[in-house]
């Protein structure tokens, strides 16, 4: 795909800009699938590069949408079933440098495609598509926000110490200092607070939650997930 040279210097500038406070407050996963994966710095990446370091390694693949927002019926149903992950073509402008509430490709590849190359994340990507399928459409919504405030928005403590796990943290420098600076309040990840939160899209979350490992999020997530259906 054919990117414009002001595309590639908005993406050069979000990577400069966020990759230190990434290498500061990312959790381990993360920092250890971007070295995996070595992201161009200075130019916006063609998914065949990405695929060639995440297929082999996980299953999945990327495919590029026009859809700037994509639903979460086709997300789950079309995609997310066949290990495919949607990159949006949308890119933000230099306006919107800081946050963008629509997750753009810079969204979409530097904070998520890192977590891709590893299997034991994309085994916990793997659970949502099949619930999301067998599920009304209340469970549904419950779902959405189980993966809001999980994979796009989720806290992980490693050594006593509070590290970023979703990407709509890791790729918006304004989440990412609204975050650690302590400016949101902070709960543990338990099923019964979360579905009672609202997803904040075009706002910042009044509340996030705290995970203690991948495995310790899986099992709660399965705890809902199981009983779907
Ligand atoms: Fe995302």
Redesign the pocket.
Known sequence: MEFTEDQHRIWARLYANQLPRARKHACSDWLRGFDILKLPHDRIPQLEELNAVITPRTGWRTMRTAVRYTDAFPWYNDHFIKKEFLITDYMRSWEELEFTPE?DMF??IF??MPLMVLPHYTALQDMFAPVFRRANEEQRENIKRLAWFST?FGLIMEEDEMKIFG??IISSKSETDKVMSGGTKMQKFRIHDILRRDKAITTFNEVLFVFDSIGELKEELRSYFDAVG
Do not use: M
Request: a negative charge; proline letters at 12%.
């Open positions: 997750p969204h979409d904070g998520h796009e990407a709509g």
